[in-house]
């Protein structure tokens, strides 16, 4: 059996994905580690926005400790704050 290639989405015009690399050429290094920075953060919030929605009751906490578990997976996340962390 062949392994499956995972499908690219290609729905960017080639004028407006040059125009993109072009932009991105010109920018300096800090900029782009900043845009890193920028967007990981938008979707940690949307991440987090998730979470609320599905669990209303947790606190502050806990909703630190889901997102902690679905970013990083059940065996890392055991590893960095214990089994225990589970409950």
Known sequence: MKPQRKR???????????????????????????????TYHAGKRLAITGLRIRHPEADEAEIERLWARQHLGDELFDAAYGALSRE
Request: glycine fraction near 4%; hydrophobic fraction near 40%.
């Open 8 to 38: 690219r989405i290609d729905d960017t015009a080639p004028e407006a994905l040059n125009m993109q690399c072009t932009l991105y050429r010109g920018m300096s290094e800090a900029e782009k580690l900043k845009l890193v920075f920028e």
